[in-house]
């Protein structure tokens, strides 16, 4: 039943909303508690700390750095705990409650399936575990009332060389869960295009993919990332300002990679707070967010780590209604523009769309 007056776009209410992730990654979203108790049960001796509080100050205090490589640095503690069957399918089984709990309805969680192999394991194993953890998870939350799709990405990290056997991986498992494919790790230094055969080879399998472009590094990373690649989304893409010009009387001129990324609908997957983290905006008020969101590009938000930006999905949009005064109609919009970029089938979308987000921000808004 909807209630007669909209209700005040509160923290807790945008946790009881519809919402669509597809940008964050499963190494960036544990639980403190996990990883310290994951350390002691396989034996991990580097944390930092073994106080719960303490590991997730210290998480969000390290990424807090300015540097994309040095926020990459505390991956290695959450892969260092994951190098086992079980400790992937726990981690993947909490990422899907978790998720659950904030009132995503649908998430793309991504991974480096080759980050977990130090202590043997196959790709085909590590791939499998997680799938496990997702259907486990999806059902826990089933069960306390909380209905989530989960699509898995595989990343290749751009810095290793073994893109086209993810991308390979990815389309084996196409029909169990894995419905797309990334390339992450550091941008500066490691263009898209030095992983051309992975991304030919997607192509011809008809199979989907998005590139981190344009957090690190400018406008030449998105255009490879777009026009050599063939990226369908690109993963932040925040400086494509950089091909934004805005004059003192509010005329704007595009670029033309600008105006190609809006006229062909390019979805943006955007992650504020990480990208304050890692210097790719001066602060949330700053961030480029607020100029394509007037503009109309196909903006969403997403969290990229929640461990590591101490943030959910709710809190991400808080933020954005605290810093831009956004309303609901501007949430479902990002909802709606994340639901329509997804890369699950157009049935599937239409229909969590129609069923699900609609009502959902209906009830909150009548
Ligand atoms: O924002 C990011 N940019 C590039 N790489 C990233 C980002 N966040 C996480 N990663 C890396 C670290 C993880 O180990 C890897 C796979 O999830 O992806
Ligand atoms: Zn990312």
Known sequence: MSSMNPVPVTPEAIRSAPKVLLHDHLDGGLRPATVIELAEANGYRELPTSDVGELGRWFSEAADSGSLVRYLETFAHTCGVMQSTDALVRVAAECAEDLAADGVVYAEVRYAPELFCENGLSLDTIVEAVQEGFRVGTARALESGRRIRIGTLLCAMRQNARSLEIAELAVRHRDTGVVGFDIAGPEAGFPPTRNLDAFEYLRQQNAHFTI????????????????????????????????????DDGTVHLGRLASYVRDRRIPLEMCPSSNVQTGAAPSIAEHPIGLLTKLRFRVTVNTDNRLMSGCSMSSEMATLVDQFGYGWADLQWFTINAMKSAFIGFDERLAIINTIIKPGYAALTS
């Open 212 to 247: 981190h472009a344009g957090e690190a590094f400018g406008l030449p990373s998105i255009w490879e990332a777009l026009q050599h690649c063939g990226a369908e989304r690109l993963g932040h893409g925040v400086r494509i300002v950089d091909d934004i010009k805005v004059d």
